[in-house]
């Protein structure tokens, strides 16, 4: 069993930025991918970005240019970095690791309150 605890989520001003962290409970040297995704109020999950165990990443177009994820597999930790946040970026923001068996695992969650 996995878990994930994220951290870092706060109220920002729209144009600041902000590093979100993602601690997992065992090695995750072997996972296939990590990812974030948020949930907006009133909206879906949505995919923001997500990096392989290879350090290959993808990111929404939405986020594009804007963001960063990384992973230290010695800390078990992914980071999202998040620059020129804007309103709609306010949402619950979620940790995904899905193993070697195609088992996804989530994260309570982070909120992040971007005030305009």
């Known amino acids: 069993q996995v878990q994930l605890v994220e951290s870092g989520g706060g109220l920002v001003q729209a144009g600041g930025s902000l590093r979100l962290s993602c601690a997992a409970s065992?090695?995750?040297?072997?996972?296939?991918?990590m990812g974030w995704y948020r949930q907006a109020p009133g909206k879906q999950r949505e995919l923001v970005a997500t990096i392989t165990s290879g350090g290959r990443t993808n990111y929404a177009d939405s986020v594009k240019g804007r963001v960063t994820i990384s992973r230290d597999n010695a800390k078990n930790t992914v980071y999202l970095h998040v620059n020129s946040l804007k309103p709609e970026d306010t949402a619950v923001y979620y940790c995904?690791?899905?193993?070697?068996?195609?088992?996804?695992?989530w994260g309570k969650g982070t909120l992040v309150t971007v005030s305009s």
């Open positions: 995904n690791l899905e193993s070697c068996s195609g088992t996804n695992y």
């Open positions: 065992k090695s995750i040297f072997t996972t296939n991918h």
